[in-house]
Every structure is written in structure tokens, then in C-alpha cells.
């Protein structure tokens, strides 16, 4: 197989912005930067053929191979070890999560349990509130700063050699793509099987454009050179999107607004080709354990609920942990019921196949997946629905740039 290039990528739309490449690569010359889109995407370096041989090896945008042949595999959720809602114990934390706070507990748990050294988790830019970057937090009230959804790019894998430098060990929270890019790259860096000793993953319905957080300002009347604080969600179930000014006065709009019809028309390319939104490679994912009404996710504002899907045997001994030493409380639930509270995540999964073959036809380069149940949900689909997909994909991508 042909190593790709960084312009086969980018230009192709296969780029989920991860920074993988920057920190494997690791040449001065090459970085992340925000583009004019609005997308965050290595820039600055035309590869040589054992870099884009590397390129090959880490980037989850063009390549992903999941685990479908082990025994407790499900073809829309992944590894299953556990499965259960529930939320932090600490009332704070789970008032400053996007949903129940699960994944900040276990965080501030393992930091205060000095089971890690620390955190790399994504928060708000200090230059621009809209943007985000990545820290290292090493106590409560860095991680509850931290805490909640930011639906806006990040390329928490780009710094990475600086955290494996100190020695230390961590645990890293990250988007699904961002895991699964952590993975590839410890096939090559032993040092990271050895310090990363957590990975977390929250579900992800698609990372849109800073030009999305714009247009959430311009309806919210909140001039960007204005804005000095930006919150997408968090305090609260599932919160509110709230922009604050220089003055102290803020705006704010429900999550249904904010998600449901500004920045949901700003996800990348990439994202709605992925068959990971569920943090398949974490030792734990996490999402809104959405109650149901009328056989849709409820958005109404209530105490927040977390849906807990623990994916490997060290995320099963922390659940366990984290349940004994009463960082979090929880309660079983059927796998049935994650459509339920999920169900864009399993009707883009199942159309996977369709969209790739759009691009296939479209003669557009397509990423390569493996051993993610992908074809078998595919067959079990609904065909309409398939072709659908397919010709929607052909559509929007013949002789057009869709990085």
C-alpha cells in the first residue's frame, strides 16, 4: 500500500485534526494551525517517504482497526466489559460535567488517589474563549475548570512528546479519534503503553468549525472581540451555551438551539464518515445517558446522567474502584437501551459502508477500516437508507474539496 501524503489527507477530508502526525513526525516545520475553514490541520511540511510511512502508521483519520472478532465485541458499541448509568457522588462535579460528570470523577479521583501524576484533558483557550487548548491538570480544581463539552477543534495528541518527557504517568481524555490515534501511535512508542496508564473517551457526534461558535455568538448578539468567557455546556443537564462580555453581561441559549441547529451544520467532513463516535479504543467512553420521550433523546434540564461503557480489564478495575471508594454511583443497563439514548451514534455506524462506497464512486480517496463490524452492519441495514447514504456521499464529494 501506498504511504499517503498530509495533502491526500487534508485535501480529501480525512483529517480529524488530532495532531497525531505532528508528535510521531516531529519535525520543527510541521504544527497544527487554524485554518480559514475554521478546521485545525497540520501545516508547514511536504513529507519525506519514511515520514509519510510514519503518517501511515499513526493517522485514525485514514486508517482504523477495531476488535470485532472478541468475545464481548458489539458491532454498534465495541468491547463491552460493563454497561451502566450513573453520575458523580461529588454534587459540584456532577453539576460541572456535561452530563453526570463520570469521567471528571474518575479524573479527579485518580489525581487526589496519586494513581497518576496527572491529566491532559482540553479546555478553553486563555487568548480566545472559542478556541480550546490542552493542559496538564494535576489537582480538583484544575480538572473541574476543565470539565465540560467544548464542540470546537483540539489536537490534544500534537504536545504529546512533552508529557511522555517528564516520565511520568497520566491518563488522557480525549475524543474517540483521538484515542484510537493515542493507540496507533503506541505501536511505535513504547513509552506510551507504559505512562499512559488511562485512557478515557467521551462520544462524539462530529467536531464542527470555529466558524459554528461564531454563528452560536452572532445569534446569542455577542460580538466575538467582546466575548471573555464561553461555555457550550456544563452546569447542568445539559446545559446551557452561555457567552459572557466584558462587562460582565452574558447570553445564553438551551442545548437544543445551540447543538441542535447552529453547530451541528459545522462538523468536519471526516466526522461523518466515522465509525468510532463511541470511544471503541478507550478503557472507558462516556455520553449523555439522554431519558427518552416521544422514542427521542430528552433535552429537558434535570440532574445529569452519565452512560458508563467500560472497555478493557485496567478500566474494569478502576470502575470498580471508583464504585468502592464512592466517587461515583451507578446502575446497570441493557445494551438495548443505548439506541435510546444514542441513536445518531448507531445510524452512523450502520451507514458507514454506504458513505465510503459514495466515495468510491465519487473516485475520492477513502479511509480504511477494519474488524469494526462494519460490513455486518451494513448488510442488516436498511437499503434504502443505504443508498441514500451513498448517493448523499457521491454527491457531496465529486470534484469537491471537502477537507
Not at 473541574?144 to 516520565?167: C, F, K, W
Request: hydrophobic share 40%; with cysteine.
Amino acid at each position: 500500500m501506498t504511504a499517503p501524503s498530509l495533502a491526500e489527507i487534508v485535501d480529501n477530508g480525512l483529517c480529524s485534526g488530532c495532531g497525531a502526525c505532528v508528535a510521531a513526525i516531529d519535525r520543527p516545520d510541521l504544527s497544527m494551525r487554524m485554518r480559514d475553514d475554521g478546521y485545525l490541520r497540520p501545516v508547514g511540511a511536504v513529507l519525506t517517504a519514511p515520514e509519510r510511512a510514519i503518517l501511515r502508521e499513526v493517522c485514525p483519520g485514514k486508517t482504523l482497526e477495531g476488535a470485532a472478532d472478541a468475545p464481548d465485541y458489539h458491532p454498534l458499541w465495541g468491547s463491552i466489559r460493563t454497561l451502566a448509568t450513573g453520575h458523580a457522588v461529588d454534587p459540584d462535579v456532577r453539576f460541572r460535567g456535561s452530563s453526570g460528570g463520570v469521567l471528571t470523577a474518575l479524573a479527579v479521583g485518580l489525581v487526589e488517589s496519586n494513581q497518576v501524576d496527572f491529566v491532559v484533558v482540553n479546555t478553553a483557550s486563555e487568548d480566545d474563549p472559542i478556541n480550546n487548548r490542552t493542559v496538564v491538570c494535576d489537582d480538583r480544581v484544575g480538572l473541574l475548570n476543565a470539565a465540560g463539552s467544548r464542540y470546537a477543534p483540539s489536537s490534544p495528541l500534537a504536545d504529546l512528546e512533552r508529557h511522555l518527557a517528564t516520565g511520568k504517568r497520566f491518563a488522557f481524555v480525549g475524543k474517540p479519534c483521538d484515542v484510537a490515534g493515542l493507540g496507533r501511535m503506541a505501536k511505535r512508542d513504547p513509552r506510551i503503553d507504559r505512562q499512559v496508564v488511562y485512557r478515557f473517551a467521551f462520544f462524539c457526534a462530529g467536531v464542527p468549525s470555529r466558524r459554528g461558535t461564531l454563528a452560536v455568538l452572532d445569534a446569542l448578539d455577542v460580538d466575538h472581540a467582546d466575548c471573555t468567557r464561553f461555555q457550550y455546556r456544563g452546569d447542568g443537564w445539559p446545559g446551557l451555551a452561555r457567552a459572557q462580555r466584558r462587562d460582565g453581561s452574558s447570553e445564553s441559549m438551551d442545548y437544543n438551539s445551540s447543538w441542535g441547529t447552529i453547530l451541528n451544520r459545522h462538523i468536519q467532513f471526516r466526522c461523518k464518515i466515522c465509525p468510532d463516535g463511541t470511544g471503541e479504543f478507550a478503557d472507558i467512553a462516556c455520553a449523555d445517558a439522554w431519558y427518552g420521550k416521544d422514542g427521542y433523546p430528552d433535552f429537558t434540564e434535570r440532574d445529569g446522567r452519565s452512560l458508563i461503557v467500560v472497555r478493557s480489564a485496567r478500566g474494569e478495575a478502576l470502575y470498580a474502584r471508583a464504585l468502592a471508594e464512592s466517587w461515583i454511583q451507578s446502575a446497570p443497563v441493557d445494551v438495548g437501551e443505548i439506541e435510546k439514548m444514542q441513536p445518531y451514534q448507531a445510524a452512523r455506524k450502520r451507514n458507514v459502508v454506504a458513505r465510503i462506497a459514495g466515495l468510491f464512486a465519487a473516485r475520492r480517496a477513502y479511509p480504511i477500516f477494519r474488524r469494526l463490524a462494519l460490513l455486518r452492519l451494513a448488510l442488516a441495514a436498511r437499503k434504502p437508507q443505504q443508498v441514500r447514504n451513498a448517493a448523499g456521499t457521491f454527491k457531496r464529494s465529486r470534484g469537491e474539496r471537502i477537507a
